[in-house]
Nanobody, 122 residues
Framework: QVQLVESGGGLVQAGGSLRLSCAASGRTFSRYWMAWFRQAPGNEREFAAAISWSGGSTYYADSVKGRFTISRDNAKNTVYLQMNSLKPEDTAVYYC???????????????WGQGTQVTVSS
């Protein structure tokens, strides 16, 4: 498993942008599919974006497609989520997670960060 620490959350107005970072410990980071999930108050945790080991393949939930971009830098053991054109409904705690294979299912991810709050005001 890897240990994950998110950063970059905050308060932003609708239409604005934020960039989240997730730093991973361990030498096996490049072996993991990485993903971002989010959880709004009263809602279940939901998939937002995922990226393959090499970064060559990316996947997005329909709700964020075209606005969010996931990327990774294996030399820095870091995965990013660039969020543009933010909407109030994007308000949530954002978590990064690691899995050994592509998945959008919470239960398939063994390693999770502590989360970072993103709040979008209208």
């Amino acid at each position: 498993q890897v240990q994950l620490v998110e950063s970059g959350g905050g308060l932003v107005q609708a239409g604005g942008s934020l960039r989240l970072s997730c730093a991973a410990s361990g030498r096996t980071f490049s072996r993991y599919w990485m993903a971002w999930f989010r959880q709004a108050p009263g809602n279940e945790r939901e998939f937002a974006a995922a990226i393959s080991w090499s970064g060559g393949s990316t996947y997005y939930a329909d709700s964020v497609k075209g606005r969010f971009t996931i990327s990774r830098d294996n030399a820095k053991n870091t995965v990013y989520l660039q969020m543009n054109s933010l909407k109030p409904e994007d308000t949530a705690v954002y978590y990064c997670a690691a899995a050994v294979a592509l998945s959008t299912v919470v239960g398939d991810f063994a390693s999770w960060g502590q989360g970072t709050q993103v709040t979008v005001s209208s």
